[in-house]
């Protein structure tokens, strides 16, 4: 599964989001970033941005397609949905639509959507922060699921993740060529 993100504007929710991400082991992300571009704030993010793979498309169409191409059944957030979070873990490769905070997913990704779905809700608030909307999906959505990565793809990840994490690491990667 891939959540997208289309348009999202505060940089502390896409941070969010991508930190969300890499909790519940969702390693790909489309992004169609608005005016204000695809920013993330490191202190939120904890450094995810660093080893998860972002897919940046310059328009909603472009991302839909895309995805459409990869077989991904592309399922929308929005108040109106007929499906919750928890359907989600049925769909097979679904791509999660989450749209700007005031507006929600575009016209054009709904008109490519495959179904709809929100997060229910019992008390008298309208709707959840961005973020919050994506850490309860990606936490219903991935349940039963297992990763589908290769045993060279994980320990690619691995040393993409300690390339960006570890102090020095291509001068210890250095060291360890030239003593061996």
């Known amino acids: 599964m891939v959540p997208v993100l289309e348009d999202v504007s505060d940089p502390h ?3 969010a989001v991508l930190r969300s991400c890499d909790a519940f082991g969702v390693q790909q992300v489309h ?3 608005g005016s204000w571009g695809f920013q993330v704030t490191h202190k939120i993010s904890r450094g995810t941005h660093r080893w998860l793979d972002v897919v940046a498309h310059e328009s909603a169409e472009e991302c839909a397609e895309a995805l459409k191409k990869e077989g ?3 399922i929308v957030a929005s108040m109106d949905g007929d499906l919750s979070p928890s359907d989600l873990a049925d769909v097979p490769r679904p791509a999660i639509v989450f749209g700007n905070e005031h507006r929600g997913p575009s016209k054009t990704m709904r008109d490519f959507a495959d179904g709809v779905f929100a997060v229910p ?3 008298f608030v309208e709707s959840l922060n961005v973020s919050v909307a994506a850490a309860i999906t990606l936490f219903c959505a991935t349940q039963g699921r297992r990763g589908n990565l290769s045993a060279e793809e994980r320990e690619v990840l691995a040393a993409r993740y300690l390339m960006a994490t570890v102090r020095n690491a291509d001068q210890i990667l250095r060291d360890q060529v030239t003593t061996a």
């Open 121 to 123: 809700m019992v008390g």
């Open 13 to 15: 929710n896409t941070s």
């Open 72 to 74: 991904r059944q592309i």
């Open 31 to 33: 992004a169609v970033p």
